[in-house]
């Protein structure tokens, strides 16, 4: 049960800097700042904890850039649509394609019922975006948000196989927050050069905000999925998609509808039935 509740704790921070990136005016510069807050917290936990074993360092540099896939695509998608648009298609296929690579090739054990709330949980979200072609929204944000799930996905299998076999979850979460962070603000550099850093000091803070959120819902998933299954540790954050719904309609004034809320009900079904 201590599992199920730090996660969801994960899922609720997770939404939150999505929401943080989302509010502000350049979307780019608050990832920018997001990746800035990742390697300033990386560098410390380089400095706490030991280096990962070299065992990890293979699915350390997978993970890396599956999250920089993830990153850039979910920026850009951002621009193109809601926050309760876009998050639902970004995080809602991924436990879906973590599930079919456990089953095929990882060693972790996951119960039927368990199956089932995943496949509940994704069926959920999936309702959650259709509004996007229902509704006649900006079609380009679809495949934006598809890639950005195709990183979720392999960046999810190589931190839970990565930190197992680390030996030190938190060290290799640091060695993964400062290569994402460099890798991410040299990106940035080659794509807008200086123009990339904002001015504005309330910018900054926003950005380092979304970045402290961000840092505490990873390592606490990191940390789940070296003692839980890991499709399981991936369904249960996708419990992000309802709080970032409910941000969207409470603080974003976004008009909530039937399929949201008939979608929102099957995700805490699922998430139920994932936790038993």
Not at 219 to 238: D, G
């Amino acid at each position: 049960m201590s599992i199920f509740l730090a996660v969801l704790f994960a899922a609720f921070l997770h939404a939150c800097w999505n929401a943080i990136i989302k509010f502000g005016d350049d979307k780019f510069q608050g990832m920018l700042l997001l990746s800035f807050g990742h390697g300033i917290f990386g560098l410390f936990l380089i400095a706490v904890y030991p280096i990962p074993d070299a065992k990890s360092w293979m699915f350390l540099v997978g993970s890396v850039l599956c999250h920089l896939i993830y990153k850039f695509f979910l920026t850009f998608a951002y621009t193109k649509g809601d926050l309760s648009r876009v998050y639902p298609i970004a995080r809602g296929t991924a436990p879906m394609i973590v599930l079919i690579i456990s089953l095929l090739y990882l060693p972790d054990a996951v119960s039927n019922m368990q199956i089932g709330g995943i496949s509940l949980v994704e069926l959920g979200i999936l309702l959650m975006a259709r509004g996007v072609i229902s509704h006649k929204e900006e079609y380009a944000l679809i495949p934006l948000a598809a890639m950005a799930a195709v990183g979720t996905a392999g960046y999810s299998i190589f931190d839970g196989l990565g930190a197992r076999a680390s030996g030190t979850a938190l060290g290799y979460v640091g060695w993964l927050f400062f290569l994402d962070a460099a890798l991410f603000i040299i990106g940035g550099l080659v794509l807008r050069g200086k123009t990339m850093f904002p001015k504005s000091r309330q910018v900054w803070a926003q950005g380092l905000l979304a970045g402290s959120a961000s840092v505490a819902a990873y390592s606490i998933a990191v940390w789940a999925m070296t003692v839980a299954p890991i499709a399981v540790i991936t369904a249960l954050r996708e419990m992000s998609v309802l709080f970032a719904v409910i941000i969207g309609i409470f603080f974003f004034k976004e008009k909530p509808s039937v399929d949201k809320l008939i979608s929102a009900l099957m995700i805490v079904t699922g998430v139920i039935a994932i936790g038993i």
